[in-house]
């Protein structure tokens, strides 16, 4: 039997802890500020824990079914979105991701609104009506002393109107009513953001 060496154990590791990302990312509303890094992320560390489960059932280390399951948080979490990498390899997969990509680009920030004490920035997302005539809203949470990472507080796709305050002429007013709680004056909705929430998960081509 194979001894495991110090570099395994780092790299397995490191899939266990790419894994636990990942699930949090899945299943609350933190999420990468890049909506590129949201895609490619899972595809990864898929890849990784395959090449880790592969490398560690050909060796003959003495626990091995061990550690391939340290693997296991990182492969079943990112395994829809490797599915849906493979989706988008085909025809219509590279047209919806297209229209993703197109719709992501052509967004803008209509708003940056730091809480009272400055240790957090809400960000309103604008992106105009494209395929479909929708426009979208996003409200997301950046914390000043974490990287990487915001929260998506609010996202909804609107038909167009010119008559709506969603217009691209329309300015909007987000409101801190202390450092725990917003108010979104057209959407009519307070958000509290004391704490991380759960959501569905997100298997989407860019978020």
């Not at 990498?85 to 590279?94: A, V």
């Not at 197109?102 to 997302?125: H, L």
């Not at 691209?168 to 959407?187: G, H, Q, S, T």
Request: aromatic share 14%; hydrophobic share 45%.
């Amino acid at each position: 039997m194979q001894t495991l060496t110090r570099n395994w154990k780092i790299f397995l590791g490191l899939n266990l802890i790419l894994g636990i990302v990942q699930i949090i990312g899945m299943y609350t509303d933190i999420e990468f500020e890049s909506p590129y890094l949201n895609f490619f992320f899972p595809i990864i560390i898929t890849f990784l824990a395959i090449i880790s489960v592969i490398k560690v059932l050909k060796s003959k280390f003495s626990v091995d079914w061990l550690l391939a399951s340290l693997c296991l948080p990182s492969l079943v979490s990112s395994l829809p979105y490797f599915v849906l990498f493979l989706i988008m390899l085909t025809p219509g997969g590279w047209y919806v991701a297209a229209v993703q990509a197109n719709e992501f680009n052509a967004r803008s920030i209509r708003g940056e609104f730091p809480s009272p004490d400055g240790t957090k920035i809400a960000i309103i997302y604008y992106t105009p009506p494209m395929e479909g005539g929708n426009i979208g809203i996003h409200i997301k949470l950046k914390y000043r002393f974490i990287p990487l990472v915001v929260r998506s507080l609010y996202e909804d796709s609107i038909y167009f109107d010119w008559n709506s305050p969603w217009n691209p002429n329309f300015e909007y007013k987000l409101v801190w009513i202390d450092n725990k709680n917003i108010e979104v004056k057209e959407i009519q909705k307070l958000s509290s953001i004391n704490r991380v929430r759960p959501a569905k998960p997100k298997v989407f081509l860019v978020t």
